[in-house]
């Protein structure tokens, strides 16, 4: 796949993913084109060797994976992990806000957000609604409100004139996003509004009752290139979701060969602790049912895994914040993450092999190693290493603006990434 055709791709998938939900359904509709063939976990699996499966928990976790011509044991399983979530901000349950004439939604924090790009954006309103249909029967669907429906306005300087120098953000008080006007008698509640976008986006289901929904804001500024010579990528949800398409696309372009895997985790963002979480028991028990009982363990020595999330690069304006001899710079490729204090689970083994096939392929790559009086991030590579015993490497893509509303990545880094993880499923041996 050429650089530009990736890149072009991967700003749709962005655009389509607003939510967990909307990026599991965009990689599943990948996956049926390219022949998979879906799994129901309450189903009897009837697994044939080179072909390829996918199984969906709760709808925002996904693991997809070929067969190979031999089986795991024999060959072990090139894994690559990364997650679906990103920092935001989700509705309450009870939401309603009327102050002065204009309606707003209570909102809660998901994850480490950093707050201040969230004011003054034009926001819209996406996820799941669970509901009583006509029949009786509780279902879920997904809408996207796509167009703006909401704001979050800053107070103005000249009412508070040390807003450069000390303003700070109360998610409780300072984030309701201001909607809609209404009048002092007004009794709209949101589930009436859900109701109204259902019926907009999906005519053909009877909604009796909104009975629950997991709801998120985000920009409606579409995924871009930016730079002089659009030598970046600027989006919402790069972390993570520029992992999810590259692990996809790898697997999706891997000769199927080998035995390999892909898993998307839910609920990274907020500790991982899920049934679809990478502290879960989904991968584990995907592969129990694809190898079974010892032979799982067997296949496992012989596997490894690659956990793909964004990396910090090093920002011009704040250099200090780096080890001098470990600050990527984006576009200059992929980055190795380590810290010995097992944050991050690579060891010398699993970088020395993604060096190398990084090496044959005549891909940079890079390095980094947190500031030793600074504490350090995690991923899913150390819960997944210790939940299954199985040699990982944690890389990702340098980025800027991590945990903001809006991200910032090399365009190149993207596609060099792809290429060595393509590579890797392909590899006659790992382990």
């Not at 655009?15 to 359904?25: D, E, I, K, L």
């Not at 600027?234 to 999706?252: E, F, H, K, T, V």
């Amino acid at each position: 796949m050429e650089h530009q055709d990736f890149n072009q791709n991967l700003l749709t998938f962005l655009q389509c993913s607003p939510t967990p939900w909307h990026a599991v359904r965009q990689m599943a509709g990948l996956l049926d084109e390219a022949g998979f063939v879906r799994l129901e976990e309450r189903d009897a699996w009837q697994l044939e060797s080179s072909r390829g499966y996918y199984v969906v928990r709760n709808g925002s976790s996904l693991v997809a994976f070929r067969t190979g011509a031999q089986g795991p044991v024999e060959r072990g399983v090139r894994m690559v992990g990364a997650h679906s979530d990103s920092p935001c901000l989700k509705v309450k349950p009870n939401p309603e806000l009327r102050r002065k004439g204009y309606f707003q939604l209570g909102v809660e924090t998901y994850g480490g957000v950093l707050l201040n790009p969230w004011f003054d954006r034009d926001l819209s309103l996406a996820g799941r609604v669970s509901y009583l249909d006509k029949a009786g029967k509780v279902t879920d669907t997904l809408v996207d409100f796509r167009k703006p429906v909401a704001f979050i306005p800053s107070l103005a300087i000249h009412l508070d004139r040390e807003a450069n120098e000390s303003r700070s953000v109360n998610a409780q008080t300072d984030l309701p996003p201001v909607m809609m006007q209404v009048p002092e008698s007004d009794s709209t509640t949101f589930a009436d509004l859900l109701k109204e976008q259902i019926a907009q986006e999906h005519p053909e289901l009877a909604v009796a009752k909104v009975l629950g929904y997991e709801l998120s804001f985000y920009d409606t500024q579409p995924a871009g290139f930016v730079g002089l010579r659009e030598e970046f990528i600027a989006s919402a949800r790069l972390d993570n979701l520029l992992s999810c398409y590259i692990g996809i696309q790898a697997l999706l372009a891997s000769d199927g060969k080998e035995p390999s895997l892909f898993v998307c985790n839910d609920h990274e963002e907020v500790g991982s602790v899920s049934a679809e979480g990478a502290q879960g028991p989904f991968l584990a028990s995907v592969l129990e049912r694809w190898c079974g009982g010892e032979a799982r363990d067997r296949a496992i020595s012989r596997s490894m895994m690659i956990s793909a999330d964004n990396a910090h690069g090093i920002h011009p304006n704040y250099t200090d914040r780096h080890d001098a001899n470990h600050g990527p710079v984006l576009n200059q490729g992929p980055v190795i993450k380590i810290n010995h204090n097992q944050r991050y689970a690579t060891n010398s083994r699993s970088a020395a092999l993604y060096r190398h096939i990084s090496d044959e392929l005549g891909l940079p790559h890079q390095s980094f190693v947190v500031r030793s009086d600074m504490a350090c991030g995690s991923t899913i590579g150390p819960l997944t290493a210790g939940a299954l015993g199985v040699t990982t490497l944690d890389i990702g893509v340098p980025q800027f603006g991590m945990h903001s509303i809006r991200e910032l990545a090399g365009s190149r880094d993207s596609v060099t990434l792809f290429q060595v993880l393509r590579e890797f499923m392909n590899r006659p041996e790992v382990g």
